[in-house]
């Protein structure tokens, strides 16, 4: 079955870099678009990033460009975020999903890790 | 940026059906996906495009999705449905996914 595990979460002082890990298992890893999202306390969901299976195409949202980036290594069955500037706002659960999509007009997310925390305090 | 609009909250008693709806504009000509979230635990998708269950989901769930309006409906609803709710489109004017804000279902 899918199962989908981050990591790498924790307490960063504001400024600071983070980078979170997801790794994927139960499906080839390599041939599916995946995604962060991440939840504030009390909040809903924010979607962040995608990346496409070869990791050749990418999209994110306005509110992290040009401070958080995803990747991945399909070698390792890994996805990644990496995090830098980051701000008391950016204080979340982080999810990573597995996407599916439908002739790439819509996309949705079937498989979700159980989430990991960034606190972003002094 | 396209927007999607849920009630806050919905309350329903066990054994009365449940509407959530999803607001957003001309949103039937895109495609809708609904996640269900309990407390404390990640999203669990229970329709995709507009009216799709995954398997596992139980048929007491559907969806539909016309005009300005998308509706995710609960018939006979159970306490473990209680959750928050939340809707989902892919825009793609900007290539993003938006989310609603999600609607919490309280089962009186």
């Known amino acids: 079955q899918v199962q989908l595990v981050e990591s790498g979460g924790g307490l960063v002082q504001p400024g600071g870099s983070l980078r979170l890990s997801c790794a994927a298992s139960g499906f080839t890893f390599s041939d599916s678009y995946m995604t962060w999202i991440r939840q504030a306390p009390g909040k809903g969901l924010e979607w962040l990033s995608m990346?496409?299976?070869?990791?050749?195409?990418?999209y994110g949202a306005d509110s992290v460009k040009g401070r958080f980036t995803i990747s991945r290594d399909n070698a390792k069955n890994s996805l990644f975020l990496q995090m830098t500037s980051l701000r008391a706002e950016d204080t979340a659960v982080y999810f990573c999903a597995r996407v599916k999509a439908a002739a790439a007009i819509s996309w949705w997310f079937d498989s979700w890790g159980q989430g990991v925390l960034v606190t972003v305090s002094s | 940026s396209y927007v999607l609009t849920q009630p806050p909250s919905v309350s329903v008693a066990p054994g009365e059906p449940a509407r959530i709806t999803c607001g957003g504009k001309?949103?039937?000509?895109?495609?809708v996906h609904w996640y269900q979230q309990k407390p404390g635990q990640a999203p669990v998708l229970v329709i995709y495009s507009d009216s799709d269950r995954p398997s596992g989901i139980h048929e007491r769930f559907s969806g539909s999705n016309s005009g300005n309006t998308a509706t995710l409906s609960i018939s006979r609803v159970e306490v473990g449905d209680e959750a928050d709710y939340y809707c989902?489109?892919?825009?793609?004017?900007?290539?993003?996914?938006?989310f609603g804000g999600g609607t919490k279902l309280t089962v009186l």
């Open positions: 001309k949103i039937g000509t895109a495609s």
């Open positions: 989902q489109v892919w825009d793609s004017r900007s290539d993003h996914v938006v």
């Open positions: 990346i496409s299976g070869p990791g050749s195409v990418m």
